[in-house]
């Protein structure tokens, strides 16, 4: 979460866009990472990112990350829960664009 915060600021004094979009930036940027390390931690059967943990990262914003992840990096497509609960977030952040639009 830490480096979420910190691609967010970043952006945020280097970019004019809104602040909501360079969140899900900086998290999505996070979570389509975690989502490859937790993949490459699989196949090489050693210590996992427990699911809460990615789950929480969709959540918290990075729903366009964890859509890569799962896409690109082929995780947890097998997984119903996790199809169901990235459309979760993906609705509530795009339903909370449009609640806070100018």
Do not use: N
Not at 35 to 58: C, I
């Amino acid at each position: 979460m830490g480096l979420s915060i910190a691609v967010c600021i970043g952006l945020l004094l280097l970019l004019p866009w809104s602040w909501l979009f360079i969140w899900w930036i900086g998290f999505s940027i996070t979570t389509f990472f975690i989502y490859g390390f937790d993949k490459m931690q699989a196949r090489r059967q050693q210590s996992r990112v427990p699911e809460k943990v990615l789950l929480s990262l969709v959540f918290a914003g990075g729903f366009i990350g964890g859509w890569g992840g799962m896409l690109i990096w082929r995780h947890k497509t097998r997984h119903q829960s996790f199809w169901i609960l990235t459309t979760l977030a993906t609705v509530l952040h795009l339903g909370l664009a449009w609640w806070l639009r100018p």
